[in-house]
């Protein structure tokens, strides 16, 4: 019982220190300039929300690892967490992408654009913090190198091939999140949900320490959207949204099954595609395109919807999706 009223703390406590440290983050960042610069390539409807502050992802990282750190001290201390070093490991993870996303973003107010570290540049400094996770979750043996398959009793031993496939899983899903994050309250929203599913596993499996990092993600998503639903008074940035792939896909690996985020992240996984068919199509065809604009919730947006029509619609799948998801894996 004391770890649900821990885990209900963690969520309450993160989502006001989130909101708490948004109002005073927005008016600081306005007094630097650090404002959003539009793409021209954008939706034209976009522009009105040049110079709104970013890198407000900075509120809920900072909220998520004071309140963890807190509740995992009173988890330990009351007997209910016994080892807490791989949740730790997978917040040292969110943290080091959230650090490439701060160097990204302080990159693009240095360049006075919306262009901050070139795409290798970025996808190296990933590839590297991917792979100290990977090493440090093999060397203190949470992790080898079996791959379990969803909704069977069926696995895949991949030797060495395993650390090549998580490379790619873990740095796609993390650039997936970041695609995401193109419009207002759509990748909080969308994320807030992933972590309600990590909650409850961890609750239900008795994994009490991821238990209480997804809650205090869902509560730093919360507290974030009082601030960036639309119309949105500050973006993330790749700040945020880098941190918050980093937290769910190293989630996913705690539960032991990493392939599950595809399901679950369904709508990171759909935007990302939506970007490779539009680039191959449109190589393939020379000039011609997929869609009216990727990634997809732009071509909802070019379609007619409404940015809060996207946010609930994309949030409402995943809802449907991380639902069906648990009821499979752990009640069928």
């Known amino acids: 019982m004391e770890i649900r009223i821990l885990y209900v703390a963690a969520l309450m406590l993160t989502m006001l220190l ?9 008016p600081f960042l306005k007094s630097k300039k650090m404002g959003q610069k539009i793409l021209e390539i954008g939706p034209r409807w976009h522009k009105n929300k040049e110079g709104t502050p970013t890198m407000g992802g900075i509120a809920f990282i900072v909220a998520i690892c004071a309140v963890f750190a807190a509740v995992l001290g009173i988890g330990c201390y009351l007997g209910k967490i016994k080892e807490c070093g791989f949740v730790l490991l997978v917040l040292g993870f969110a943290l080091c992408n959230g650090l490439i996303g701060v160097v990204d973003d302080l990159a693009k107010f240095s360049h006075g654009q ?15 913090a991917a792979g100290l996770f990977l090493f440090g979750a093999r060397v203190f043996g949470y992790l080898d190198t079996v791959l379990v398959i969803p909704f069977t009793e069926l696995y895949i031993d991949l030797g060495v091939f395993y650390y090549v496939f998580s490379l790619i899983l873990i740095t796609g899903t993390v650039n ?16 807030m949900v992933v972590c309600v599913f990590f ?29 960036n639903f639309h119309p949105a008074r500050v973006f993330m940035g790749d700040t945020g949204s880098l941190f918050l792939g980093g937290l769910v896909v190293g989630l996913a690996y705690m539960m032991g099954s990493p392939l599950l985020i595809v399901l679950v992240g369904i709508i990171y996984m759909v935007e990302t595609l939506s970007v490779m068919l539009q680039v191959g199509y449109f190589k393939l065809t020379h000039g011609k395109r997929l869609f009216k604009m990727s990634p997809i919730h732009h071509h909802f947006e070019k379609c007619g919807w409404s940015e809060v029509k996207i946010v609930s619609v994309f949030s409402v799948i995943t809802l449907i999706i991380c639902a069906i998801v648990f009821v499979f894996s752990y009640l069928l």
């Open 18 to 26: 989130t909101a708490g440290i948004s109002r005073k983050l927005i």
């Open 114 to 128: 919306n262009q901050g570290l070139t795409a290798i540049q970025k996808y190296l400094l990933q590839l590297f």
């Open 176 to 191: 997936a999140v970041n695609l995401t994050d193109g419009i207002d309250g759509l990748a909080s929203s969308v994320t």
């Open 199 to 227: 909650s409850i596993v961890g609750l239900y499996t008795a994994r009490s320490d991821m238990a209480l990092l997804s809650g205090c993600g869902v509560g730093g998503c919360l507290g974030f959207l009082v601030y």
